[in-house]
């Protein structure tokens, strides 16, 4: 559990700079310069997710349940993973309207993710993940409205084929991740 606990605070906490030390990443990103900081940036997220993801198959080993959650709650959760795929995808998919409207869908998309998992599993390592990627992205958005605010950003409007091209092919990761990568790389079926 250490490790988990460990990894999330080096994951989360850099990238939470944006969240609590805008001001400090801006000057620390103009000083070092930015391929330096992207190489920093980038090792250190790579490093927390490796060890959290250490410290959360390692406790998956031996879980705590903390409760069982209804089997219902497996569709409730395939429901939001395929709205949490089609928000990941908006964020790479340029002129669609579900970016436009939303202007934050990769945030979004890990808060949906979070509360799709928390809903749907029920051991204490899934809720200390889960939970903590959850509240950081309700955080980070709240961040990221205020700093839409402050600069006063608009977001172009979206084009109806990128949006179909968004939708369809967030559908198709989401049920290809479901039916095959997700028993690849977790270890978990879902279905």
């Known amino acids: 559990m250490e490790f988990l606990v460990l990894g999330l605070m080096m994951f989360l906490g850099l990238h ?23 190489c920093i940036y980038g090792l250190g997220s790579i490093a927390g997710f490796a060890t959290f993801l250490r410290g959360f198959f390692e406790a998956g080993r031996d879980p705590e349940v903390l409760w069982v959650p209804p089997s219902y709650m497996h569709h409730v959760a395939a429901v939001l993973m395929m709205v949490s795929f089609i928000l990941l995808t908006a ?20 808060m949906v993710w979070s509360l799709a998992h928390l809903l749907s599993n029920g051991q204490l390592h899934e809720v200390i993940l889960f939970g903590s990627f959850l509240v950081w992205s309700v955080m980070l958005l709240r961040s990221a409205i205020q700093r839409d605010a402050a600069a006063g950003t608009s977001y172009a409007a979206g084009t109806t084929g990128a949006t179909v091209t968004t939708v369809l092919l967030g559908g198709f990761l989401a049920l290809a991740f479901a039916h095959w990568i997700h028993q690849a790389l977790i270890g978990v079926k879902p279905f």
């Open 16 to 38: 939470s700079t944006r969240i609590f030390a805008d001001g400090w990443r801006s000057s620390l990103r103009a000083n070092i310069g930015e391929p330096r900081w992207k």
């Open 91 to 110: 964020a790479y998919i340029p002129h669609n309207s579900i970016k436009a409207r939303l202007h934050h869908p990769m945030t979004l998309g890990v």
